[in-house]
């Protein structure tokens, strides 16, 4: 029972200084990370799946397995974009944000687009002013630095780096898993289903 209790003392102790080195963004009243989602490991410890290849990454998304990987398998990438995550992993009852965070609702996405003028002026303002084609850079006026990190679907192939950026939220519509997207294109930041074996980026807010 002592140990028990020591061990989650100990765990507790790590999410707290976890949660203190995170980076945060305020825009209107909510409080964002500043980067996208890098971990490996689900709140409680467990490690989350890493696909290896593009097989593993369609396998897992056919058994609604969660799982992780870096666009293309390069580590540079990752430093910038970080990990992309199947809606499996979004969900699963481990917790993927740290401590003192959560994944998004898609309520709380619109919320975002509504603090900086709206669903077609949060486009610009949530982009970022490099990573992006010439001439479809963002003013990044709200700091969210939204990089264009492309995803993968639930086949397994990698698309639309350098000309897209999604991110989940953990709201689902029949059958679907919500997200939002910022891309070269002059599109407002609305909500579009996704299939959940589909591999986005990640942006927790503050609880």
Known sequence: MKKMV???LILLFFNMVSAQEIETIKIGDQV????NLKTTTFRNGDP???AKTEEEWAQAAENGTPMCIVFEFH???EEFTGK?????AITDPRGLAPAGFHVPTDAEWTQLAESLGGAEEANDKLKSV???EEGSEGTDESEFNGLPGGKIDKDGIFD????FGYWWSSSEAEGFGLNRNLSIYDSPFEAATSFK???????CVKD
């Open 130 to 132: 490099y990573g992006w």
């Open 32 to 35: 964002w990370m500043a980067e």
């Open 75 to 77: 580590s540079e990438i």
């Open 160 to 163: 639309e780096f350098g000309d």
């Open 84 to 88: 992309l995550y199947n809606f499996f």
């Open 197 to 203: 074996g589909a591999g986005f980026s990640v942006r």
């Open 48 to 50: 989350i799946p890493e």
């Open 6 to 8: 020591f061990a989650g």
